[in-house]
């Protein structure tokens, strides 16, 4: 059986600090929630939880109740979230290693590249952002998808269908029907980070919810996924 050691240390020296502006607030009632709960997003964006005899009143006034909390948190996505513009000659992380964003020339187009990537750039378009996250599309489908029927295979189970998305919030789903969908954002990740989050989708094949048989299997074919959970929540927020 296939195991994963994650010791993984990481700057992000690309990253610059912008000022969050006024959050969006999601209200969401859950019925198996039995207290309220705050969360900040990694696009700063506001969830509270409202437990199953809770009320709309009462989940504002909690988060009133944590607004400063809230605010701090934010502050603190905002300095490691990614530039809202990408330039050509700006560093983003591919496979958890830096790599340099180029402009090339082919024939009458354009070309964003990044690693092995590459995507048209329309011309007089200085944002390069939008081309470079299609250039690491590209390599995420090309790399991710193999990678993940790989572990598959290795572990006895088989994914009906898979796909690269561009998430917001998830770094992968696994839907009933054994569908995984994969953030192309993966592939900036160090391998060691990406294969537990294939490994995590996975093991929902076996198990769909986050139960303690779920953490259990997890555990079983990555030993150290608290680790990888870790990176994921710190420094994975920089890549949206």
């Known amino acids: 059986m296939l195991s994963y050691s994650l010791k993984v240390q990481l700057q992000l020296p690309f990253l610059r600090a912008t ?3 006024e959050p969006i607030v999601d209200f969401v009632r859950q019925r198996r929630a039995r207290k309220y709960i705050l969360r900040v997003r990694p696009d700063g964006s506001l969830r509270v939880t409202i437990p199953r005899h809770g009320s ?5 006034a ?5 607004r400063a909390w809230a605010e701090a948190q934010r502050r603190h996505v905002a ?3 990614a530039p809202v513009e990408w330039q ?3 560093t983003i992380l591919l496979r958890g290693e830096p790599a340099v964003i180029r402009l090339e020339r082919s024939g009458a187009r354009t070309l964003v590249v990044v690693g092995n990537g590459s995507a048209m750039v329309p011309e007089g378009v200085t944002n390069l952002r939008s081309a470079a996250e299609k250039a690491l599309r590209q390599i995420a489908t090309s790399e991710l998808i193999p990678r993940l029927h790989a572990l598959a295979a290795a572990h006895g189970l088989t994914v009906a269908r898979a796909a690269v998305r561009g998430q917001q919030s998830r770094w992968g789903s696994c839907s009933r029907a054994g569908a995984i969908a994969l953030n192309f954002r993966l592939i900036q990740t160090p391998p060691a980070i990406s294969d537990y989050v294939l490994l995590h989708e996975l093991m929902h094949l076996r198990e769909g919810n986050h139960s303690r048989r779920f953490w259990r299997l997890v555990a079983d074919v990555c030993p150290d996924y608290r680790e990888a959970e870790r990176w994921l929540r710190v420094e994975g927020r920089a890549l949206f």
């Open 19 to 21: 000022a969050p502006p």
């Open 56 to 60: 709309r009143r009462e989940a504002e």
């Open 62 to 66: 909690f988060l009133e109740k944590h």
């Open 79 to 81: 300095e490691r979230h």
């Open 88 to 90: 050509a000659g700006d």
